[in-house]
């Protein structure tokens, strides 16, 4: 029997599953910390593909969702936050060279939109924006039903497209990217900014501040927690409408935990989307929505990946 072997490498942890050619139920699927003790990263991860290869069983290759940047094409980590040591790091080849298997490596983000268009949320859709929304702010497009890659693999940052010019620092150090105006943690700055200038909220009280705690808040009437849920899905909208210009999709599509605060992002976020949309046609039945594979999105992706490269 085929075995195909899917890997969501994150900075927390890192997840893998076995899957049968055709079926996207695993037959088997651990998770494990991308650190602990003395064991280096790459060790842990073959400890954990060993894990879940079934007894008796074939695997005919691997899919490895991982963070980027990072080159598709060779297989290499250019360079991630969350693992530093891995810099120009030749993932790929060191998995096929253990494992004797072909090894296709894709940006998390980008896979999560290839997942959610094969087994998700964009299914029958060929025109797809993808966007998870957390910690940071990833993305993916399907267009003409290929996934953007890029001359070098590298297209999809929608997170690094520039909002706002002199706006708030992004994490990569540039100003006013969509990911420093609309992610968890610009939320959660723009809240510790506002106290800080004297302004009134519940939020003063000790809770821990994160973009989940301020949704709570919102939820309760606090004036700041909803303002920086409008501010957030402010600069989304504006985000969006130029993808839509640029892609002109069919679905827009929204994960990450930040999607999931509901009304409170989505929205003033449809509501910038209809003011900064230069034209109606680009709305004229567009769905906008969340994702639907959840914490499966990067798993999946991986597997249609192999799929998609096994073709």
Not at 58 to 76: K, S
Not at 101 to 110: E, F, K, Q
Request: hydrophobic fraction near 40%; aromatic fraction near 6%; charged fraction near 20%.
């Amino acid at each position: 029997m085929s075995i195909h072997i899917a890997v969501d490498l994150g900075g927390t942890h890192i997840r893998a599953a076995a899957y049968r050619r055709g079926e996207t139920d695993p037959i088997k699927h651990h998770k494990t910390k991308t650190r602990s003790g003395e064991e280096s990263v790459f060790g842990r991860l073959l400890h954990l593909i060993e894990e879940v290869i079934p007894t008796d069983e074939n695997i005919t290759a691997i899919g490895v969702a991982a963070p980027g940047p990072l080159d598709p094409r060779t297989g290499i980590i250019l360079e991630t936050p969350n693992i530093q040591e891995w810099k120009n790091y030749p993932l790929g080849e060191k998995l096929s060279a253990h494992f004797k298997v072909p090894v296709y490596l894709g940006n998390d983000a980008n896979l999560a939109a290839l997942g959610e268009w094969r087994y998700g949320a964009g299914q029958g859709h060929d025109h797809l924006v993808y966007l998870t929304i957390s910690t940071g702010v990833g993305g993916g497009v399907i267009s003409n039903g290929h996934l953007l890659e890029g001359q070098l693999g590298l297209a999809g940052e929608l997170g690094h497209a520039t909002i706002l010019a002199d706006g708030p620092v992004c994490s990569c150090g540039k100003k006013g990217h969509l990911e420093a105006l609309a992610s968890g943690t610009s939320i959660a700055s723009y809240v510790e900014m506002q106290l800080a200038e004297g302004t009134e909220s519940s939020l003063r009280s000790g809770v821990k501040r994160t973009a989940e705690s301020i949704a709570e808040a919102a939820r309760e009437g606090d004036a700041l927690a909803i303002s920086a849920y409008q501010r957030a899905g402010k600069y989304l909208g504006i985000g969006v409408a130029t993808f839509l210009h640029i892609f002109n999709p069919t679905i827009v599509i929204l994960g990450g935990g930040v999607s999931q605060s509901g009304d409170l992002l989505m929205v003033p976020f449809r509501a910038s989307l209809r003011e900064h949309a230069f034209n109606p046609a680009y709305l004229e039945n567009l769905i906008t929505t969340t994702a639907a594979l959840g914490d499966d999105a990067g798993l999946l992706g991986a597997l249609a990946l192999v799929g998609m490269r096994e073709m």
